[in-house]
């Protein structure tokens, strides 16, 4: 039994003591322990995580071989790798590559998926010698100087100088101007490249889906089109997979596959790790030799306790064949909430791919008015009844549905069951 702390002292000295954003939920939910695609609370409650993905659980919490790669490397060595050579780094690197079409095959480690990105768009500047970027809007790449400017969506953004970034038409299916035609949102990113710069450019940062965004795929064909205009303009074209990355998808690996793309740069982050803090950005020898320009030094960047982490959650994927499984579970579950979506009016779209799901709720079908308080009182309920469920989306109106890739049928069922109460108790 749980001997530490109560909750009311760790919220008080959280308070106190640290700034950070508020709980998701107005109980606030004291952790304890973590079990594949289980959370136990001090009390011994357990919740089915439905969001664990999002905080980087990939295989499952404190799943046992990734434990174990992690004790034993660091058992035997913990530092920092930039100085010397170390197996756990290169092992990886292999790995990680081998997942990647084309000639992506040379890594550089980060912490995390801001360090990522900002690595990413450094790249991009420094290769093709311009500075300009352009993003999408509604969407988030981290919370650094660069990658803040990338970020789409002003409640991410403080009062960063941005000179040269700019956002791009959201080809969001639900809410955007074209619907699904993925070409037309396009045409806003060539107007970009011919009214906004020298016509040339840096490059392109984009998410497949857009995951604090709401959970947006993009609209089909505007990828190949963006791709086709950065690259006449002589930029590199970055796919940030921190989300939609390593299998979570389904259908591929990577949430740029579904798009027939192959980017110059890709970034990840999150599920690589299954929980330590690791991300990483893969590109092509030709590009990676900028690099060599200068030092790029990163302490901990693919130190061995985190490499020898992401080489077991590869290991672990494809064990236990959690893409698969992801495609398989995350479609049951999309077509049991879209059975949810004729029942309720205020289901106004249910979206995403494998085990990235996006249910957004409007209080008019019509006008799509967000559900924003309505949408606090479902994920409270939700929790209360023994699931964990995220919200997000620029009004704050979609509930996010990311599990760990080890989420069953059975998990599915009863998410959907106790969404469907919730939602008919109000
Ligand atoms: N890119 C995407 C798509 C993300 O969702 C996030 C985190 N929410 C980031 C980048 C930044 O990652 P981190 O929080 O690890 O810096």
Redesign the pocket.
Known sequence: PYTGPSTSDILKKREEYLTCVSPLYSNPLNLVEGKMQYLFDEKGRRYLDAYGG?ATVSCGHCHPDVVEAIVSQTKRLQHSTVLYLNHAIVDFAEALASKLPGDLKVVFFTN????A?ELALMISRLYTGCHDIISIRNG????ATA?MGATAQYFHKFNVVQIGVHHALNPDQYRGTFGSDGVEYAKDVQDIIDYGTCGRVAGFIG?AIQ??GGVIELAPGYLPAVYSSIRKAGGLCIA?E??AGFGRTGSNFWGFEAHGVVPDIVTM??GIGNGVPI?AVVTTPEIAKVLTQRYYFNTFGGNPACTAAGLAVLRVIEKEQLQQNALVVGSYLKERLNTLKEKYEMIGDVRGRGLMLGVELVTDRQLKTPAKAEILQIVDQMKEMGVLIGKGGFYGNVLRIIPPLCFTKEDADFLVDVMDYTISMM
Do not use: C, L, P
Request: glycine fraction near 20%; aromatic fraction near 4%.
């Open positions: 999002i995390s998926g801001t360090e990105n988030y790449h981290g919370n990658t998410e995951g604090v940030d921190v989300q982050a999150k991300g």
